[in-house]
Nanobody, 114 residues
Framework: QVQLVESGGGLVQPGGSLRLSCAAS????????MGWYRQAPGKEREFVAL???????RYANSVKGRFTISRDNAKNAVYLQMNSLKPEDTAVYYC????????WGQGTQVTVSS
């Protein structure tokens, strides 16, 4: 079992920045995939960024160059630095981990609006 707890969401103006954090506990290891997905109102959940095998990273085209995923294995944590935020980035952001199954956090709301 893996538990994921996100934090760091909020309201930000277009062009601003936010940093999301996800703390993992349970059967999670540095080589497990961990990352972020998001779900906007009325839309399906979509991929944002991922650490694959604990080393390689992958990003959705819509966030490349603006978002950066990072990981602290000592703390079992993954982060998402979001810069140059746009209104279309507004969504609930979910932390994800794969460890003998898929696990999700409860989500944190990010709202980009003036």
């Amino acid at each position: 079992q893996v538990q994921l707890v996100e934090s760091g969401g909020g309201l930000v103006q277009p062009g601003g920045s936010l940093r999301l954090s996800c703390a993992a506990s349970g059967s999670i290891f540095s080589t497990n995939d961990m990352g972020w997905y998001r779900q906007a109102p009325g839309k399906e959940r979509e991929f944002v960024a991922l650490f694959i095998g604990g080393i390689n990273t992958r990003y959705a085209n819509s966030v490349k160059g603006r978002f950066t995923i990072s990981r602290d294995n000592a703390k079992n944590a993954v982060y998402l630095q979001m810069n140059s935020l746009k209104p279309e980035d507004t969504a609930v952001y979910y932390c994800y981990a794969h460890s003998y199954g898929d696990y999700w956090g409860q989500g944190t709301q990010v709202t980009v609006s003036s």
